[in-house]
């Protein structure tokens, strides 16, 4: 990782080695930069308090190696990324406003995505996550996480069932509830249906009717100006003298065809002479069929008022025109057929309800089983796990439970609460040592006990779960002694099957890393790209000496640090 501007951090590059990997320094130095860089690489939020002060923005970059095969690969295609050389390139940045831009292979993409790569990728775990355990959802997810497919395909066929009931349950309530509201508009609605029927309009019949009102409105004024017109063009046949313009046409097309034969251009002149008097002719035509046709009726008049009337009475109250008022109605009836059906609608969705309450049941039983069987696996394994983290005394064991509710579903003859995730309370429980009683590990686990049992669950979730690489912020917190001893020892096994990077202040923890990484402030308070060493050798010592008493340069803790390298080489 290249982090620049990022809280003490002015430019530094993290190398990240396969195995184990132990960043150290003093308190204050910036250790816990690199686990918040890794975490916003990884979709975690952005915080413009994070950018260095007098910074525009802070960068974080990564390459991170995903096999071609793995889903992290394949969603990140989907994406549009491209992998170079077998690695994902991401970036990160955080402008001094707030604002958070995330780029991948390449890429412009939402920080979302990043964080569903995450979970392919990384297991990220602090003190905030200890907390985490400590709820009892998180715990029954980690139970669920471990038992698999057993508890996978159970859960998600009762989801499905219990989104439906929830939507049956829903739907029920509004109908019986509103029964009076739904009685009402049903009356509303028939009434505006019956009003519609018994004026039976027609599509368009307002727009007709419009026009023929217009008509009739106007009829003798309509009929004198055709009269007129038809004259004009085809003259009056009592009238000898008068000359219309069809007479005044046919006239000049005389007296070109007499010379049409000796110029062609003239001829197509004549030509459309005759066509303008064939076209005068059939508008005096028409113009004399309109006249005698048109019907100044007064009493289709007052009938074609008196429906307009009606109609009108319709668009007031159903819509702007017939077209919108028979829209409305076609609507309406479809919703009036639904709720003239609620008591058939109540019948099936009660019996429906009834059903799926019932299958519920059945389903919450198979998963009650499931959890029941994984979780005497799971806490055997995370006792185990334990034993080899200097508890070997510890207990760990799961209470799984049920809630009386007389509202819920039936599970093995009791009507228990039920939720999402099925009817089970899940408890991790923790005897610390023989004769002490299980108690809820939030009660009865001390930090550095409960600091244990989180990283065996981890260990436990690497042989069934595993990702490629797991981050423990200061996991170690509230451990001293063999303990942490122990712990370095069980962090060097787990890095043989994945990479696992620890920001730790145990020496113990630091001694058993293949490599160690030191985080050192220079004399100005910020951590530049010479701040992040590989330590080796001499240098190694001294930070180790440093870990163990706060002074490098004494043969004391000289000579334990180097026995703490000698341990974890044997170990290895």
């Known amino acids: 990782m290249r982090i620049r501007s990022l809280g003490v951090i002015d430019d530094a590059v993290v190398e990240l080695s396969p195995g184990f990997t132990a960043v150290t320094g003093e308190t204050g130095a910036g250790k816990t930069m690199v686990v918040t860089s890794l975490g916003l690489l990884l979709g975690g939020r952005a915080d413009a308090a994070l950018v260095r002060i007098g910074a525009r923005s802070a960068v974080v970059e990564g390459r991170i190696t995903v096999p071609e095969s793995a889903a992290a690969a394949a969603r990140a295609g989907e994406a549009g990324a491209e992998l170079d050389d077998g690695a994902l390139l991401i970036s990160r940045t955080v402008s001094a406003e707030g604002r958070s831009r995330a780029h991948l292979g390449g890429r412009s993409v939402p920080v979302g995505l990043l964080a569903e790569l995450a979970d392919d990728l990384v297991a990220v775990h602090g003190q905030t996550d200890q907390q985490g355990l400590l709820k009892q959802s998180r715990q029954r997810q980690a139970l669920d996480r471990y038992a698999g497919d057993a508890v996978a395909g159970p859960l998600a066929k009762y989801t ?211 959890r029941t069987e994984a979780a005497e696996r799971f806490a055997a394994a995370v006792t185990g796990e334990l034993a080899s983290l200097a508890m070997p005394h510890a207990r760990v064991s799961f209470d799984i439970r049920q809630t009386e509710d007389p509202d819920g579903v039936e599970v093995g003859g009791r009507t228990v609460a039920h939720g999402p995730s099925g009817v089970d309370e899940v408890e991790l429980l923790l005897a610390p040592h023989p004769g002490a009683p299980p108690r809820p590990i939030a009660k009865g686990a001390s930090g550095g006990e409960l600091s244990r049992v989180m990283l065996a669950v981890e260990v436990v979730f690497a042989g069934t779960d595993p990702v490629p690489t797991y981050l423990f912020d200061e996991v170690d917190a509230g451990v001293g002694g063999k303990a942490a001893v122990e712990i370095g020892r069980r962090l060097a096994q787990l890095a043989k099957s994945a990479q696992v990077v620890v920001v730790t202040h145990l020496p113990q923890v630091a001694a058993f890393a293949d490599r160690q990484l030191l985080v050192a402030k220079t004399h100005d308070g910020t951590v530049t790209r010479s701040g992040v060493k590989v330590l080796e050798g001499e240098d190694r010592i001294r930070e180790l000496s440093r870990m163990l008493a706060g002074q490098e340069d004494s043969e004391t803790a000289r000579a334990h640090a180097e026995e703490l390298l000698e341990t974890a080489r044997a170990d290895g």
Do not use: C, M
Not at 209 to 220: K, M, N, S, T
Not at 238 to 266: F, K, M
Not at 268 to 275: K, P, S, V, W, Y
């Open 160 to 370: 499905e069932a219990y989104k439906r009931l929830r939507a049956v349950a829903t739907e029920l309530e509004e109908i019986t509830t509103r029964a009076r509201e739904r009685a009402q508009e049903a009356d509303l609605l028939r009434f505006g249906l019956d009003e519609i029927a018994a004026v039976e309009p027609r599509a368009g019949e307002d727009v007709e009717l419009a026009e023929e009102a217009e008509r009739l409105g106007h009829a003798e004024a309509l009929a004198s100006a055709a009269s007129v017109a038809h004259a004009a063009l085809a003259g009056n046949p009592e009238d000898l003298e008068g000359v219309d313009a069809g007479t005044l046409v046919a006239g000049a097309q005389r007296a070109l065809e007499a010379v049409r034969a000796h110029d062609p251009a003239l001829a197509a002149l004549t030509d459309r002479i005759a066509e303008v008097g064939i076209l005068l002719r059939d508008v005096a035509g028409d113009l004399a069929g309109y006249a005698d046709d048109l019907d100044a009726d007064p009493l289709r008049l007052a009938a074609v008022e008196e429906r307009r009337a009606a109609l009108t009475g319709l668009t007031r109250k159903y819509g702007p025109d017939i077209a919108a008022v028979l829209a409305w109605a076609e609507e309406s009836a479809a919703r009036l057929t639904d709720l003239e059906g609620d008591d058939e609608r109540i019948g099936e969705l009660t019996a429906e309800r009834d059903g799926l309450r019932a299958e519920l049941g059945g389903l919450a039983q198979t998963l009650s089983q499931a």
